[in-house]
């Protein structure tokens, strides 16, 4: 009887293995809750689909992930569990986390002048990575999309003058003040680290090193980034994942760019992601900037643009409603997908009705 | 008088409009691209990166100003889109690279 007892610490070490879920080929999946909560967030994120007037919320994927096991997974539209959906500007925060992979590399400072990665900022001396990842290059960038397109930098950027060399053209932007100084969100800044890398990795790794850096590690089979003429990563909006392949980028910050037994991204790194940038200043996003992610909060302690989600929240956004929100207190990770043509989405809203939801709670 | 006073007018808003073309000349000169390209490269991803059907990206990627012509080449995976008198192909260079303008 008791030469069963040597067993019981290699127990509770396999217990322990198993006290934490990862992905493997596939997500490990735990129930959806049913009930009010639940009709409650599908009447939100679900509303009868308008594919005339393309007016209205139009969720395309919504998926929950809690504590590493898939709880919630609904499609419509088009797009399915297979399809590699275009994420826009959440291309932005998964350039920064592929950054995170090279800053445990040591090939790079924060403090680093972009200059010395990017010879085109000659003009822009003081210019250092930091101020890039905070969108706040000074640079003279007109964000703007479809509604005044004549001005627009990121349009010209995308689609004519720009479209051969983006960053290239995004250092031909004169300066409105030094940098460092002001929030002003940019996706020329985001491109601009996209060339960066090219030197940062090499010239020899860059074309493989999302996949080699990133996706692979991650068991991300199926992801496209597209690049301009020149080779550069479009970092500002161009990469396309599955809904179940961006979750895994979202569980990796939830558990602080660690994937499995091996810390792929260091914690300093994670940190700097989420941490605001000093100088932002209230209404001047929907969000905080932290390091290249969005923030729900902010040096200013009043600050919440999400009230009812906790403030450790923390997303990437994209363009049309694209999504990837992480609640590390909850542990939650959220993929919503969209086609919303109109501003009518509202990102509390939804998290509101998740952590309902799935956090049995109303927080405040 | 009053058409002395109607001239001057519009000859100020005439420079006005001049001094603004100026200005904004190289913006101005891109403009009419905007949409062909736009709907070529947006075309092509939703397409050849998405995988989804021609008619659901036919409709994802209008926009309110119209196209005049519009040529898919399935074998070549590349799309050419003509509108405000310009034109612009984008085709799909891999499954890595997805689509590009041409």
Redesign the interface.
């Known amino acids: 009887m008791f030469k069963g007892w040597f067993l019981i610490p290699l127990l509770l070490l396999t217990l322990g293995a198993h006290a934490e879920d990862w992905p493997g080929e596939q997500w490990p999946t735990g129930p959806t809750p049913s009930g009010a909560a639940i009709e409650a967030l599908e009447s939100y994120a679900f509303a009868p689909r308008d594919?005339a007037t393309r007016q209205g919320i139009r969720t395309d994927a919504l998926l929950v992930i809690q504590d590493g096991r898939l709880v919630y997974e609904r499609y419509a539209g088009?797009t399915s569990a297979e399809?590699?959906?275009?994420t826009w500007s959440i291309s932005k925060s998964l350039l920064a986390t592929v950054f995170g992979v090279a800053y445990g590399e040591q090939l790079f400072g924060l403090q680093d002048p972009v200059v010395r990665y990017y010879p085109a900022l000659e003009k822009h001396p003081d210019m250092t990575l930091a101020d890039l990842f905070h969108w706040a290059s000074g640079l003279d960038w007109q964000e703007d999309y479809?509604y005044a397109?004549?001005?627009s930098s990121v349009?010209?950027m995308?689609?004519?003058?720009g479209?051969r060399d983006m960053a290239a053209f995004a250092a031909q932007h004169e300066s409105f003040g030094p940098p460092g100084q002001v929030f002003r969100y940019s996706s020329g800044d985001s491109n601009l680290l996209a060339a960066a890398l090219k030197t940062i990795v090499g010239p020899v790794r860059y074309p493989d090193y999302l996949?080699t850096a990133l996706f692979e590690p991650l068991g991300i089979r199926?992801?496209?980034?597209?690049?301009?003429?020149s080779g550069t990563f479009v970092g500002s909006s161009?990469a396309?994942l599955t809904a179940r392949d961006l979750a895994r980028v979202g569980l990796l910050m939830q558990r602080d760019g660690r994937w499995g037994e091996r810390q792929l991204i260091p914690k300093a790194w994670v940190a700097f992601n989420r941490e605001p940038f000093v100088h932002f200043q209230a209404g001047q996003d929907e969000a905080v900037p932290g390091g290249h992610w969005w923030l729900n909060r902010a040096a200013d302690p009043a600050i919440h643009p999400w009230p009812d989600a906790p403030p450790d929240t923390f997303a990437a956004l994209g363009h049309w409603g694209q999504a990837l929100y992480i609640i590390p207190s909850a542990k939650l990770v959220i993929v919503r997908y969209g086609?919303d043509r109109d501003g009518r989405y509202r990102h509390n809203e939804l998290l509101k009705r998740v952590m309902a939801a799935f956090a049995g709670q109303v927080q405040r | 008088m009053r058409r002395k006073w109607l001239l001057a007018l519009v000859s100020v808003l005439l420079v006005a409009l001049l001094g603004w073309v100026w200005l904004e000349r190289v913006a101005l000169r891109a403009f009419p691209d905007i949409i062909s390209a736009y709907t070529a490269k947006e075309y092509c991803s939703c397409r050849y990166v998405m995988e989804q059907p021609a008619d659901y990206c036919r409709g994802y990627v209008k926009q309110a100003v119209p196209i005049s012509e519009f040529l898919e080449t399935v074998e070549a995976k590349r799309v050419t889109v003509s509108g405000l008198g310009r034109s612009h192909s984008a085709r799909w260079v891999g499954a890595r690279q997805g689509c590009r303008l041409e």
């Not at chain 1, 995308?158 to 003058?161: A, E, K, Q, V």
Request: glycine letters at 0%; zero cysteines; a negative charge.
């Open positions: 594919d088009p399809t590699p959906h275009l479809e397109p004549l001005n349009v010209a995308l689609y004519t003058r479209r996949w199926h992801a496209t980034w597209e690049t301009d003429a161009y396309y086609d």
